[in-house]
């Protein structure tokens, strides 16, 4: 009985033996493989093969790359996927940066980030590839503290077709930017500088008070800031061909 149970284990050796040998690519008997005088080294096991690393669009690096994108407008700030193993109620990676929305956790309604900017308004970029930049505001995202800014932080976009007639595509979108990134700029003294409010009298009631309202200004020049109406986002080429026109 115990040479036959001896025998059994040696033919399961001799059969995963022989499949890890099969998986290795290996040529040849089998037999080499299992004394150790044999005829030479083993050979080397093939590599994984790693996907090429993105780039992160900073540093003069190429711009980051948005793959399998359903849409060729630029996308709103999302929550991430890996989110789901992290411990309930933390809201930023290890390295600091938001992986999903914040949320009050006694009436589990977003909280909101109080923007120095909003749509329309004027401004600087301060950090990162577009530094020195002058651009408007197109949308502000509270819950993420980002904005999305015109010809500022630009990405490229793997669009895949909708229909069978549509072929896929590859454009150049922006992407939101953080706040932090941007001050207030004024365009008639060619300064940035940072958000102030004061409360000025606009208006007298009928008892004789004087109501006072508040008022962004830029502390770097005190001029006032006005609001203005956002522009409308083109497509780059559509841009670039009303430029020429204009021209």
Sequence with gaps: MVAQGRQGLMAKALACAALAWTCIGGSGSLAGFLTPAGSGPLPPAPRPAYR???ATGRDGREPAVAMRANSAEPSAPTSNPKVRRMQFGKFYSPQGRQ??????????KPILYRMHVQEGDFVQ????????KVTQVIRVYRKWNKVLCLGVNFVIKHVRPQREDEVGSRVQVEHPLHASNLLQYDKEEGVAGYLGIRWVPQKVSEGGDVIYYPERYNKATGNAIPNRVPPKWTPVLERSEEEEDDE
């Design 99 to 108: 992986v999903r929305v914040r949320v009050n956790r006694h009436t589990n």
């Design 52 to 54: 090429r690393q993105l």
């Design 125 to 132: 970029v301060q950090k990162g590839k577009d530094a020195g």
